[in-house]
């Protein structure tokens, strides 16, 4: 039995996508009520995206860093700012659901031409990569969690996690674009 997650990445990854991605269309299509959260005071409410924000730069960071490292040969660098990132990004998802499942979305506050033709296009992208991304992340990180650091030479650990890593990146960088044309530009 200790084998089994070893020997079934795959489908473990996939499983851990559908639920993931499940519990985010879940909470952006209002199939999750509010009444089963408490709710946050409104300063509480209104925080998070700024939050938010700071968590996503700070995954950056900590996703370049894990880079770093692993090009420069420390895995146990490595794996702590990858795991790291994993934490900050869990946590900004947490905090962007919550939000969500309360407030709704954010109405854009700018033009109607910006809209259309900057916003609704970037945020699209955004949500691709975002979306795209989870399969990646979660196969790297099961491979790295379900086999010693020698064996993860004889996998798709570095490719998997470098397409992951780059999704990521881009990503969490145009999340903080979104933020900031709804929270500062406009």
């Given at each position: 039995?200790?084998?089994?997650?070893?020997?079934?990445?795959?489908?473990?990854?996939?499983?851990?996508?559908?639920?993931?991605?499940?519990?985010?269309?879940?909470?952006?299509?209002?199939?999750?009520?509010?009444?089963?959260?408490?709710?946050?005071?409104?300063?509480?409410?209104?925080?998070?995206?700024?939050?938010?924000?700071?968590?996503?730069?700070?995954?950056?960071?900590?996703?370049?860093?894990?880079?770093?490292?692993?090009?420069?040969?420390?895995?146990?660098?490595?794996?702590?700012?990858?795991?790291?990132?994993?934490?900050?990004?869990?946590?900004?998802?947490?905090?962007?659901?919550?939000?969500?499942?309360?407030?709704?979305?954010?109405?854009?506050?700018?033009?109607e031409t910006v809209y259309t033709f900057v916003y609704l296009p970037f945020l699209a992208i955004h949500v691709l990569l975002a979306v795209v991304c989870i399969p990646f992340v979660f196969h790297a990180l099961l491979l790295a969690a379900t086999r010693p650091y020698a064996e993860l030479y004889h996998t798709r650990h570095a490719q998997v996690g470098m397409v992951g890593a780059v999704l990521w990146l881009i990503s969490f960088a145009m999340g903080i674009g979104v933020y900031l044309l709804l929270h500062h530009v406009y």
């Amino acid at each position: 039995m200790a084998d089994w997650p070893r020997e079934n990445v795959p489908l473990l990854t996939g499983v851990l996508s559908v639920v993931s991605l499940a519990l985010v269309f879940g909470a952006v299509g209002g199939v999750i009520p509010s009444s089963v959260l408490p709710r946050a005071s409104d300063a509480v409410l209104d925080a998070i995206p700024h939050l938010n924000a700071v968590i996503s730069a700070s995954a950056i960071v900590t996703i370049l860093l894990g880079w770093r490292a692993i090009s420069r040969g420390n895995v146990h660098r490595h794996r702590a700012f990858m795991l790291a990132s994993f934490a900050l990004f869990t946590a900004f998802l947490v905090g962007y659901l919550y939000r969500l499942i309360l407030v709704g979305t954010m109405d854009f506050p700018g033009p109607e031409t910006v809209y259309t033709f900057v916003y609704l296009p970037f945020l699209a992208i955004h949500v691709l990569l975002a979306v795209v991304c989870i399969p990646f992340v979660f196969h790297a990180l099961l491979l790295a969690a379900t086999r010693p650091y020698a064996e993860l030479y004889h996998t798709r650990h570095a490719q998997v996690g470098m397409v992951g890593a780059v999704l990521w990146l881009i990503s969490f960088a145009m999340g903080i674009g979104v933020y900031l044309l709804l929270h500062h530009v406009y």
